[in-house]
């Protein structure tokens, strides 16, 4: 009997259709549902904001406009990130799926064990984060990438991929963001704090160039998006012990019947 997991590849949309994508995932999901794993980029880039996150308080609007980056608000928690040079991860299960555990903490691991496995198709090894807490929310103004969250992926002590969750009673969602170049850096330009104070902007520019690291730089390449979403959907399916089970982006939109199993173009 196939146990399947649905999977939905989907570049170079924007960021409003993205996020409505995933939240009406999360919405839709059932206990008895497979689970659903999207894989995106994102035309224009755009700046996603945690759902604790006011847009107004974090980044200059002004500036994003005049830069041509759209602002999203996630479904998600977590804090600020600049969606470009890189490919967004989204799964979405249940929160009695036995193969995600039982708890926010099991889920960021588990699936923090999918996404190495799928890097180690590509020859990198990673680590999951264990990161000291913030109480006080401290962190919240500042950009993802500036330090390590709960169970995300490291290259030598230097972040990723970062990741953010949200469970309601019957399915969780999380998504997260795998660096493939270093345009996430320019998030510096569009925070307000680091913005009106240069000062700020080269200590945070630099902490970003020092604690982050890049599939263009472990790699000595970009990757294309065909390729590495396929590295990490075999990451899911074998990590998970299931057979990936491909929707077209019609279907996507539309809730339409899956489609049989067939591989996607690359």
């Known amino acids: 009997m196939h146990v399947y997991l649905d999977v939905v590849i989907e570049p170079e949309l924007d960021g409003a259709a993205h996020m409505a994508r995933d939240a009406s995932l999360l919405d839709a ?5 497979p689970p659903v794993l999207r894989l995106y980029s994102w035309s224009p880039p755009a700046v996603s904001l945690g759902f604790m996150q ?3 308080d974090v980044l200059d609007l002004e500036a994003c406009r ?3 980056i759209d602002v999203v608000q996630r479904p998600t928690g977590g804090r600020a990130v600049l969606h470009w040079e890189e490919i967004t991860y989204a799964i979405v299960a249940g929160t009695g799926d036995a193969r995600f555990g039982t708890n926010l903490a099991s889920a960021h691991a588990r699936i923090g064990a999918c996404l190495a496995a799928g890097l180690r198709e590509l020859g990198i090894e990673t680590s999951l984060s264990r990161p000291a807490l913030d109480p006080e929310r401290r962190l919240l103004r500042q950009p993802c990438f500036v330090s390590p969250g709960r169970a995300e992926l490291l290259v030598h002590g230097r972040k990723l ?3 953010a969750q949200r469970r309601t009673r019957c399915a969780f969602l999380q998504h997260g963001s795998l660096l493939i170049g270093p345009a996430h850096e320019q998030l ?7 913005r009106h104070d240069p000062g700020l902007a080269a200590t945070l520019r630099a902490r970003l160039q020092q604690e982050t690291i890049t599939l263009e730089t472990l790699l000595g390449r970009k990757p294309d998006f065909a390729p590495l979403a396929a590295a990490l959907v075999h990451g899911f399916a074998t990590e998970l012990g299931m057979e990936p089970r491909y929707r077209t982006k019609a279907e996507a939109a ?13």
């Open 254 to 266: 539309g809730g339409r019947p899956l489609a049989p199993f067939t591989a996607p173009a690359t």
């Open 188 to 194: 510096v330009d569009l925070v307000h704090e680091t």
């Open 161 to 163: 991929l970062g990741s």
């Open 54 to 56: 006011r847009a107004a």
């Open 29 to 33: 999901h059932g206990h008895d549902q």
């Open 66 to 68: 005049d830069a041509g």
